[in-house]
């Protein structure tokens, strides 16, 4: 199960310490101008190394492309593409080997297979979600062609939020967290500093908005929109919830409060509120898509953890190497990713390319 899609299909391949990771997608469509910069700007918002709040590991996450691709144009066959793993220094998870992280997928890939590829977290590490940023930008572009942008930001570091809603990726980017609201911006640089010499780590939220959907995508009722969203977003590694429009307050309010009034304007029906998300019945009804993603804090802490090992002993287990404090500002550019690939996928499924 490592393809997703219909129509614009993506396979994503590599461990964390192999030789390289990449991806092929098929579906994607014949003669579109690849702008190749665009595609290493995601990546170096993904990349590690980016800045003081994010793992110290430097990877230069160069792309290579194998197939798909002639004179810069996109030639309809199957787009195959990898990038090789430069900086793996597999000796810091010797540990590993014989034991299990907690919170971690040692145990569980353990118990399925039987076998496991410990250097650096093997195929569970979010290593891999480089190639979903590559496949993400791609789809972007045929989006961006019909008019339909994605944007996400951080919202939530620990305890800090904001409902500040970026009016451009400028304003996102302006902050190494990729909070909007400057103020909370240095408060969450703040809380993940005083995470990092107490030796601990922190949770989040990532919000996503998309903007020119037509109505129509979303195929019920197995297919819905926010069925598509949520599974590719829960796919993301340390993601553990997933909300959209009002999602979990709309529980708490009344009727009343929660409804999307229509009104028809210059013969168009439009909706004067967006409690819903963009979404009903599983339909975008063309206002903006919005949702929340919520990840868990990292698991790795530089500190001995109680766990057990492969013999089945308890132990005390102390990972070394370069981890992230918190996982939300690297994930950004990774569910705006995932957004583009389902979004381009419903696209094509509604009939509307
Ligand atoms: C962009 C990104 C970077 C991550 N970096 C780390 C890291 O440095 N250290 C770590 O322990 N987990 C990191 N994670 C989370 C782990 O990959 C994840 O928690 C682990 O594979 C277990 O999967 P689960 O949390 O989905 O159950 C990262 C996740 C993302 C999305």
Redesign the pocket.
């Known amino acids: 199960m490592n393809t997703i899609g219909t129509l614009f299909r993506f396979t994503d391949f590599g461990e964390s310490h192999g030789p390289a990771i990449g991806g092929v997608i098929d579906g994607m469509p014949p003669g579109i101008d690849i702008d190749f910069d665009a595609i290493n700007v995601e990546l170096q918002r ?1 990349r590690p190394g980016q800045s003081f709040v994010t ?1 110290q590991r430097k990877e230069a996450d160069e792309v290579e492309w194998l197939s798909g691709i002639f004179e810069g144009k996109t030639l309809g066959t199957p787009v195959a593409f990898i990038i090789r793993n430069t900086n793996a220094r597999s000796e810091d998870y010797s540990n590993m080997a014989d034991s299990y992280r907690p ?3 040692d145990y569980t890939y353990d118990a399925k297979y039987g076998i496991r590829d410990w250097r650096g ?1 093997g195929r ?3 290593r891999e ?1 480089a190639a979903r940023v590559v496949a993400g930008a791609l789809a972007r572009q045929v989006l961006a062609a019909k008019g339909i942008e994605i944007m996400a930001w951080t919202s939530r570091i620990g305890k800090i939020s904001t409902d500040i809603v970026p009016a451009s990726r400028d304003e996102v980017e302006a902050s190494i967290v990729r909070c909007p609201d400057l103020g909370n911006s240095a408060r969450m640089e703040k809380a993940i500093a005083d995470a990092r010499a107490e030796r601990d780590s922190l949770g989040g939220i990532v919000s996503c908005v998309i903007t020119g959907v037509p109505t129509g995508l979303g195929e019920p009722v197995f297919g819905k929109l926010q069925s598509m969203l949520a599974s590719a977003m829960m796919s ?4 553990k919830g997933f909300e959209y429009g009002d999602g979990f307050a709309a529980s708490t309010m009344r009727g009343s409060r929660s409804i999307d009034p229509f009104v028809a304007e210059d013969g168009k029906i439009k909706t004067t509120s967006n409690h819903s998300g963009g979404i009903q019945g599983g339909i975008s009804n063309g206002a903006d898509i919005n949702f929340n993603v919520a990840f ?1 804090p ?3 802490m530089a500190r001995p953890l109680p766990t057990v090992n492969r013999k089945g002993e308890n132990i005390e287990l102390t990972v070394t190497g370069r ?2 404090i918190c ?1 939300v500002p ?2 950004v550019p ?1 569910v705006e990713a995932m957004a583009a690939i389902v979004i381009l996928d419903a696209l094509m499924l509604s009939g509307k390319m």
């Open positions: 993904r793992t919170n971690h997928a977290g569970s590490s979010a979600t993301i590694n340390a993601a868990k990292i698991a790795t981890h992230d996982v690297r994930a990774v």
